[in-house]
């Protein structure tokens, strides 16, 4: 009898354990020298929460139960909702604007498939508080910082960019009723998902009158903001729309990541809750959905029932990044590293030694090995290397005088020396603390 | 409308997360010098993998769901059903012995209290494949100096010892049969979580014959090894179980931590799958129930369908703990820390110049912030104060000419630089693998 994980979720051995730490501390590293600091909540949230203002398709793949008390709940899809009930919970004392990250595990009942698991890691970097594109820019920076800091350039990756206020004005000057673009939303998303006869035939079934539709496809076609005028003749309302984009450009440009941005209005995002920018970032190769995205929500803390104060985020989830990085050969853990194995050339004379100077070490903050079964010499630094172990102790013939041999793994260089001198140069990480400003 | 969380969950708002990213860092950086490696499971597994040998106790507060296909699935109450089902899936490519260590979260549907919550974080430390005491020693070390790193002495804590061989043979010798023990063990585990009036209550009316009660109690209660033979005679069943026990001690002895442990039968464990020593960590002035345990499990790896493999481990959760420290105020998160602070003395004229100084800085790898809105000089160093920066670049008349001000956070010394060699002096940290070799 061997027991399966559950269908869409994964088991980390440490190999993939390395990979999963190495993706979150590139995240959280690039987030603080961003500004922003770490929240998280709960995993699991009261299931009316997300029935707010995430729209249908987030409702329909919650996993949900109840507690013992009858209360639905449900384990959180995205961490959005949760961000925007914690900012309002504390919104008079915390100063703005907040940046905060968060790096929380989330569960969607999706048919599992490359790149889109049932449960997977999603980094988020918010902005609250700030009303001009320039946090937009911000939290794109953020997110491309990293992405460019893992090696992957305006060749590989690509930001897709456009504004749920160009296309509702766009929209409207086409025809479409204000009061439909709720619904309209989810179905436009597709078009950059699904092949383009689907997309089609998705949208006629929202929007009855065919040359609406046409126009609508025809719009989220252009490639440059200057096509816009080929389309509609753009009112107060677009112009406004046109010009955040722009300046949405001008700060990119100033910050060094224009190139790896370009407008395009066929980017909505499902989520119902985006106002004004969003976006998604893609592989250029084109084969996978998209790495991640995000927008401006400026009205969602008001539905949560705060004040209205305007906000911007972006999230990236860890399966198709890691299957992307992986295809590039960009997944780089460093591995472990151990400051000492102790070996020992007869066990049964020298373990309860070998077990007492491990003890010691990692007591003084360094980490120690020692083997736990009898081995040839050459095999315990085999096993030394494999752990890359920087240096290797020898209990030998030489320690009935208190001697050890100490061997440096890199150069094979040996020394011989006491006990006790050993401890007296080694000096000591003794405590936490220590050890954490000795790592900096 | 104000959304609270789900009871018996925490929100981690920035200072909250703080602490728990130090406890959890600390868990990480001991058990890695412990020669631990790092693994996790999925947050829920199939219901029917928590029945098999974790006890009822358990089962009986799983937060429990189906997916869609009407499989049981349950939030993981504890790690080590994963851990087994995981170390069996690839038993025969693993070396052994297996150290793994993980942080899991957790979620037990309690009636949540002081110290006790339904979700939480457990520090876990396991070593497969070694059937001598010396594994045993190893893992409470290792909860051990990560204890005494962060400050507690013999003084505050002590890890209370016990072996559910001597119970079980000891039993069997006061006249209880083999098949009742796995009954009793959850009654016996409550010996030092109840009053003594409840607690005989309780093993009342699992143990009928009143003098064999009374046996059991005198038993639990004894203060030293050597005592046991007061109580009964001891068999040699019960003399290897002593035996193991004092191998333990010894090598707690060797490795510098036995001032911290205590030999005592009272401790028993809840779950139903320790087969020799168990014990238990306790804050000596007693208020609050165990910090952690752990045991030895030489079966479960088999009853979960792998082969009869001997291990051990231990379980340390966030909440006992982080009520413990914060009582003795040893909880210490390092603030969070920033390389600069950008200030413009005019915001409309050089906020330009000040984003694009943040960003160039965030790519060569330094924290970096900039302000979001216009305030004067002083404000925006004590902003940067706040923040913990350790320089602060000034943007003033000085940049008209391409000058920055530098200024020092610490030594209050200001310096004048033109932006060209500022950065020509700084170097690059530029890629995320340059920032993390930076930092060791």
């Known amino acids: 009898m061997k027991i399966p994980p559950v269908k869409g979720t994964r088991d980390f051995y440490p190999q993939e354990m390395a990979v999963r730490n190495w993706i979150i ?26 029935r ?44 703005l604007p907040i940046k905060w990250f968060s ?24 902005i609250i508080g700030i009303e001009g594109p320039l946090a937009d820019a911000e939290v794109i920076f953020c997110a491309l910082d990293y992405l460019r800091g893992i090696g992957l350039t305006p060749d590989d990756i690509e930001v897709r960019m456009s504004s749920r206020k160009l296309l509702a004005s766009v929209l409207e000057k086409i025809g479409v009723a204000e009061k439909r673009l709720e619904v309209l939303y989810p179905v436009l998303d597709k078009k950059e998902k699904v092949p383009a006869g689907e997309f089609k035939q998705m949208l006629s079934q929202k929007v ?16 440059a903001v ?20 722009v300046v949405l450009f001008d700060w990119l440009k100033r910050m060094g990541v224009v190139e790896y941005c370009q407008f395009d209005p066929g980017i909505v995002r499902g989520l119902a809750y985006y106002t004004d920018s969003v976006y998604e970032i893609y ?34 989830g860890d399966c198709v990044l890691g299957v992307m990085l992986e295809e590039r ?22 373990q309860q030694d070998a077990v007492k100077i491990a003890a010691e070490l990692r007591t003084r903050g360094y980490s120690a090995e020692f083997g736990y079964k009898s081995a040839s010499l050459s095999r315990q630094l085999k096993q030394a290397s494999a752990k890359n172990a920087k240096k290797c102790i020898i209990l030998g013939d030489e320690f009935k005088n208190n001697e050890l041999v100490v061997k440096d793994m890199v150069t094979s260089k040996q020394k011989r020396i006491k006990l006790d001198a050993f401890f007296a140069e080694l000096g000591t990480l003794s405590t936490a603390e220590n050890a954490e400003s000795a790592e900096k």
């Not at 929380?104 to 490359?114: D, G, I, N, T, V």
């Not at 609406?212 to 076609?221: L, R, S, Y």
Request: hydrophobic share 40%; glycine share 10%.
């Open 103 to 126: 790096v929380p595990r989330l569960f969607r009942a999706e048919r599992p498939q490359k790149g889109r698991l049932r449960e997977f890691f999603q980094w988020n970097i918010d």
């Open 208 to 223: 009855a009158d065919g040359k609406i539709a046409e126009k609508i496809v025809e719009f989220m076609g252009i490639k």
């Open 283 to 316: 592989d250029k190769r084109g084969e996978l959905r998209a790495i991640g995205g995000g927008g401006r929500y400026d009205d969602l803390l008001k539905q949560f029932g705060g004040p209205a104060i305007p906000a911007t985020g972006f999230g990236m």
């Open 25 to 50: 501390d590139g995240w959280k590293r690039v987030s603080l020298r961003n500004g922003f600091e770490e929240y998280d909540g709960p995993i699991f949230e009261y299931l009316d929460m997300y």
């Open 52 to 95: 707010i203002k995430s729209g249908d398709e987030i409702v329909e793949q919650l996993f949900s139960f109840k507690d013992r008390g009858d209360r639905n709940l449900a384990l959180r899809p995205e961490i959005t909702p949760t961000l925007a009930r914690m900012a309002n919970q504390k919104i008079n004392t915390l100063p």
């Open 226 to 245: 200057s096509d816009i005028k080929n389309i509609i003749e753009p009112d107060d309302k677009v112009n406004a729309a046109i010009d955040r984009i």
């Open 329 to 350: 050969g960009l997944l780089k853990p460093a591995p472990a590293e151990l400051d000492y194995f102790i070996a020992c050339v007869e066990l049964e004379q020298t």
